[in-house]
């Protein structure tokens, strides 16, 4: 199956943009749709918590795959039916940092997570694309 994402540009250094996007507690500063992020163990591979809402849900995460600086993984469930990880990325281009999310299915996704995360694609990349502009503009004015 196909990944489906999206990427901004910024001015910021890639530390820097790795410092605020692996603090969660600014989650809820640039993410439309996060109100807090309740986790506990750090910003490690393994490590879980509870991604709260703006709309009131509550979907329970999991990071993997964490690169320092570079990269990292979150695998959890926030559309009914399906199981899917966003691969968030850290890289030089040309001057900039590029800040890009991917999603993908889950490795233990059943056929029918599959088929549901396939239909629901487009709504994702609409949501992520304005999140990243706002995660981009707040790289922009944060110290």
């Not at 709309?55 to 979150?74: N, T, Y």
């Not at 899917?84 to 850290?90: A, E, G, M, P, Q």
Request: charged fraction near 20%.
């Amino acid at each position: 199956m196909a990944e489906y994402g999206t990427s901004v540009a910024s001015k910021a250094a890639p530390d820097k943009v790795w410092r605020i996007w692996s603090d969660m507690s600014t989650w809820g500063d640039w993410n439309p749709n996060v109100s807090t992020m309740d986790w506990s163990g750090g910003f490690v591979s393994g490590s879980w918590g509870i991604m709260n809402t703006r709309a009131g849900q509550h979907h329970k995460m999991q990071l993997l795959d964490v690169q320092s600086g570079r990269s990292f993984a979150l695998e959890t469930s926030v559309v009914p039916l399906t199981r899917f990880r966003f691969n968030c990325r850290i890289e030089s281009a040309g001057g900039k940092t590029k800040v890009s999310v991917q999603w993908i299915p889950a490795d233990s996704a059943t056929e029918m997570e599959r088929k549901t995360f396939d239909e629901g694609r487009d709504g994702m990349k609409q949501g992520w694309g304005g999140t990243m502009d706002q995660f981009a503009a707040y790289l922009g004015q944060a110290k």
